[in-house]
Nanobody, 126 residues
Framework: QVQLVESGGGLVQAGGSLRLSCAAS????????MSWFRQAPGKEREFVAG????????YYLESVKGRFTISRDNAKNTVSLEMNSLKPEDTAVYYC???????????????????WGQGTQVTVSS
């Protein structure tokens, strides 16, 4: 069992920045690929950013490339999402996700997620 707890959401104006953090406890953190997903009202949950078990590779939703950065610290069992130049369309509940995948594989499918965090609200005002 892995417990994931997100923090760092909030209300920000367009063009602003937020940093989301996810603290993991339970099983060996480095055995899990980690990702951030988001879900806006009335929409399906979508992949935003992912990072491999070692942190050597990352992958992003096209619309956030160049604005968001995912990182992880396996010594501290944390994964973060730095979000810059935020837009109103980034408004959503953001979820931390863990999947026990092979090394070098990015977790970008919700069906492969083993554990979800509770979510944190990000609201970007225009």
């Amino acid at each position: 069992q892995v417990q994931l707890v997100e923090s760092g959401g909030g209300l920000v104006q367009a063009g602003g920045s937020l940093r989301l953090s996810c603290a993991a406890s339970g099983r060996t953190f480095s055995n899990y690929a980690m990702s951030w997903f988001r879900q806006a009202p009335g929409k399906e949950r979508e992949f935003v950013a992912g990072i491999t078990r070692s942190g050597s590779s990352t992958y992003y939703l096209e619309s956030v490339k160049g604005r968001f950065t995912i990182s992880r610290d396996n010594a501290k069992n944390t994964v973060s999402l730095e979000m810059n130049s935020l837009k109103p369309e980034d408004t959503a509940v953001y979820y931390c996700a863990a999947g026990q995948l092979r090394p070098g594989v990015v977790l970008f499918k919700a069906q492969l997620v083993d554990y979800w965090g509770q979510g944190t609200q990000v609201t970007v005002s225009s």
